[in-house]
């Protein structure tokens, strides 16, 4: 209102001297001008950022397009940060460039902006917590986009992170928006290296040392696969008898990989464990009830 009052003031004043149209005319040759700028200016700075971001991750990548690495993911979460930093910061000072065009005081928006902004922290307590959460889970490089995390009891890759919350698609397809700030716990299956682990059980009867001799063999066998061998990055250790159960033997056998093909490499694992095991008739046992009966005197 107060720019259109002002504008009725100027044709007022022009009297006979100058139209209306005129007025409005030097309005947009001026005032106009510099909105166009402000407008086209943001749309061209979030472009460029977004194209250097775009440039940034593409300088990091490998061969390997079917998985990030531990580089490729880092680069993705720093390019989504900046572009929603950039949009924010640049999207704020195009509206009060805006505004000053027409004719509006911005200097109470500035100067008020203290008071609002402890009124609004106390309104908005858990917001300013998610920021705060965010920074440091970015920081700190806990997560990033692509990770496999169990956040609560919520398990799902992280598709997106922002400063506010973290989205994570879990198997099923469901999709958890979590807030930062109720991210207290973070558990990362695929921070840098990951592990497959097999507990494997044998029948009370089996050899155990034989067992674990053909164990080893089938996991050598596997690291010699050209198909998983670049997937695994340490010989495999087969601990030894892990816990003496109700129905039979435990043994667990550990095998360290690259991120996010730990499933793989296990499923893999359990699939030649069995049939090796069918092979050389080795047991794997199934719970059983023994029960003993007593004769009546």
């Known amino acids: 209102m107060h720019f259109f009052s002002r504008l009725f003031l100027e044709i007022v004043c022009a009297g006979g001297q100058v139209s209306k149209a005129q007025v409005i005319k030097q309005w947009f040759l001026t005032h106009g001008i510099r909105i166009l700028f402000a407008i086209v200016g943001y749309i061209v700075i979030i472009f460029l950022v977004k194209y250097l971001t775009k440039r940034f991750v593409h300088l990091v990548e490998d061969e390997d397009r079917g998985t990030r690495s531990e580089r490729e993911k880092r680069a993705d979460s720093i390019a989504s940060i900046i572009n929603t930093a950039t949009m924010i910061f640049f999207g704020i000072i195009s509206i009060f460039m805006i505004l000053r065009e027409f004719n509006i005081n911005i200097t109470p928006l500035l100067t008020g902006a203290g008071v609002a902004g402890i009124a609004i922290g106390f309104a908005a307590q858990s917001v300013l917590k998610d920021f705060l959460h ?157 029960v003993h009966g007593m004769s009546g005197g």
């Not at 008898?241 to 550990?254: C, F, K, M, P």
Request: hydrophobic share 40%; net charge positive.
């Open 134 to 290: 965010g920074f440091f889970l970015l920081s700190e490089d806990q997560i990033r986009m692509g990770d496999v995390v169990k956040i609560a009891s919520h398990s799902g890759t992280v598709e997106r992170i922002t400063m506010r919350t973290t989205r994570l698609r879990g198997l099923n397809g469901h999709v958890y928006i979590i807030p930062n700030g109720q991210i207290s716990t973070v558990e990362n299956m695929t921070h840098g290296w990951s592990r497959a682990m097999l507990d494997i059980d044998v029948a009370y009867k089996e050899n155990i040392d034989r067992v674990i001799a053909v164990i080893k063999d089938v996991a050598a066998s596997l690291v010699n696969d050209e198909e998983y061998k670049k997937f695994v990055m340490e010989k495999p250790e087969v601990l030894g008898v892990q816990t003496l159960g109700d129905s039979g033997i435990t043994i667990r056998l550990l095998v360290k990989t690259h991120p996010l093909k730990q499933w793989s490499i296990k499923r893999e694992l359990q699939k030649r464990i069995k049939k090796r095991f069918d092979q050389e008739g080795i047991e794997i046992p199934f719970p059983q009830i023994v």
